[in-house]
């Protein structure tokens, strides 16, 4: 037996340093008419890194924190913490500046970098975080120093990548929890450097260096991940300009630049396939139209592989695994639902993953039978930042417990069944919504629909329909339900129907129960 003597990795900045030099010239990044080279992108991070150093002593094991708008400076912010073997800590961009200082506080923050709409969050943090060696703004602002004017001074200058273990923390994704505040999910430089092979591998094989990838989420998120992952390749990242989101300057973008690939939630790609635009631009160049982050209902997938033809790739998996949990690959996509098919599966194991759907008491159970799906492999989180308790209650015997509840076929393709926090009891019965909620979205006049428990004096609990209607229909709930009986169980039925104008939607898209809740209960609809 040989000794294993070293655990070191590359760190994931010598992808851009590998860029750099095999293709200095090509595209690194396109956004708002311009255009940044993999030379150009290297000497910038080289710049920022320097300045991040030698103004704010920023080094390995030290967290910036970053709340900005998808850009340029967004990638180089994560790069120059990356080959400094800093620690990349990016906060969802519309949070409040209470969550930011919240987050800052929990990573211990050394620097913050923010867009300068973000003056709040700037004084917030400051607050919170007293030994905070500065603050830089993107923009001119009167709150921190000028990331460009920082950048200028050290353009010229080079730093090499820092040396980094498997282990070596490099980037602390603040989870968007179901219940209480975020937790910090601890990802990792070999980690992450998996995750690149694995989106190779089962998400966007073939891809290289003419390709490009049209970046829709935040980057702060699943976004980032995929935006590593074109990184390992040498391909393009083509921004959307700010202003929220727009499908036909979307089109517009996937046909100038030819794009190959992008990453979204299924509500935004029921936008894009749902809009005129979609029938005027030429989307040929598209190989993968990757969603994830919520269930894609049937009937969206079905207008999506009418417009876009056979491209879908459906990932499921959550930040602590790095989204790596199954995949639903373009050939596993059918507009039928004969035998064979698999309607409501979201695919098989993810290379290098294993899940096993387990009982309360973690015995593993055949297929067909329904529990908690989870997972083992190189991309699960090593755990959560400082909270014991939360680790006890996510790993059991080396497993790690997603909290969603599913079941595994003969040849395992999983089917989720929902989330355990979603799942109400009714006349002590449990009731799963996805189910239900697929059946109505069957329904012509039915566009969007959330369904949550509720109490009720004689059940427990019933079943809330948040549904929002086809333009220009009104659905009548006796009609719905009538619709309803049959294809599922009546003690699964909604006893009450309420209609929305539209459906709450966190900054990625996702359509959230907790969201939902708080929407109704901001309007005293509950």
Not at 193 to 215: H, K, Q, R, W
Not at 233 to 249: D, I, K
Not at 285 to 297: D, K, Q
Not at 329 to 342: K, V
């Amino acid at each position: 037996m040989v000794a294993r003597c070293s655990n070191r990795v590359i760190n994931l900045a010598h992808f851009l340093t590998r860029n750099a030099a095999r293709w200095p010239a090509r595209p690194a990044i396109v956004w708002e008419g311009s255009t940044w080279t993999w030379m150009e992108l290297d000497a910038r991070v080289s710049a920022l890194a320097c300045a991040l150093q030698s103004s704010y002593d920023l080094g390995k094991g030290d967290c910036l924190l970053v709340q900005a708008e998808n850009s340029n400076q967004m990638t180089e912010i994560m790069l120059a913490a990356f080959r400094l073997g800093a620690i990349w800590v990016p906060c969802n961009f519309r949070q409040a500046p209470a969550e930011t200082a919240y987050a800052a506080q929990k990573a211990k923050a050394k620097v913050f970098v923010c867009d300068a709409g973000f003056a709040a969050q700037a004084t917030a943090v400051r607050s919170a975080s007293p030994d905070l060696s500065g603050c830089i703004s993107i923009g001119e602002s009167d709150f921190g120093d000028s990331y460009e004017v920082l950048v200028s001074r050290h353009l010229g200058k080079t730093i090499a990548n820092a040396e980094v273990d498997y282990t070596d923390p490099c980037w602390l994704f603040f989870t968007s929890g179901s219940t209480g505040r975020p937790k910090a999910v601890v990802l990792s430089h070999g980690q992450i450097g998996f995750v690149c092979v694995n989106y190779m591998a089962d998400l966007i094989p073939g891809t290289t260096e003419e390709d490009a990838s049209l970046v829709i989420a935040p980057l702060s998120h699943g976004a980032g991940l995929q935006q590593i992952a074109q990184l390992s390749a040498g391909s393009a990242h083509v921004l959307m300009p700010r202003g929220g989101f727009n499908p036909a300057v979307a089109f517009d973008l996937i046909e100038k630049h030819r794009v190959s690939n992008l990453f979204t939630v299924p509500t935004i790609v029921k936008r894009l396939v749902e809009d005129p635009a979609v029938d005027l631009h030429d989307h040929s160049s598209l190989r993968h139209v990757i969603y994830a982050g919520a269930p894609m209902y049937r009937e969206d997938q079905k207008t999506a592989l009418q417009k876009l033809g056979p491209v879908l790739v459906q990932y499921y998996g959550l930040g602590e695994v790095t989204g790596n949990i199954t995949v639903l690959r373009p050939q596993d996509h059918h507009l039928d639902d004969g035998p064979g098919t698999r309607a409501g599966t979201c695919g098989t194991e993810r290379t290098g993953i294993e899940v096993s759907i387990q009982d309360e008491d973690g015995n593993h159970l055949p297929p067909h039978q329904t529990g908690e799906v989870c997972v083992i492999g190189a991309a699960v989180c090593a755990g959560y930042l400082e909270d014991e308790a939360a680790n006890a209650k996510s790993f059991r015997n080396g497993w790690f417990r997603t909290g969603d509840i599913g079941h595994m076929d003969e040849e395992r393709f999983l089917y989720l069944t929902g989330r355990a926090s979603d799942m109400y009891i009714s006349g002590g019965s449990n009731v799963y919504p996805k189910e239900v909620e697929e059946v109505l979205l069957t329904h012509p006049q039915i566009s969007e629909v959330a369904i949550l428990g509720i109490p009720d004096p004689q059940w427990g609990e019933i079943g809330l329909a948040v549904c929002v209607a086809v333009a220009g229909e009104t659905p009548d709930p006796a009609v719905l339900s009538d619709f309803l009986n049959g294809q599922v169980a009546r003690y699964k039925m909604p006893a009450r129907y309420l209609f929305i104008e539209e459906m709450p939607t966190s900054a990625y898209g996702k359509i959230t129960k907790k969201l939902v809740r708080e929407h109704l209960s901001e309007r005293g609809l509950l």
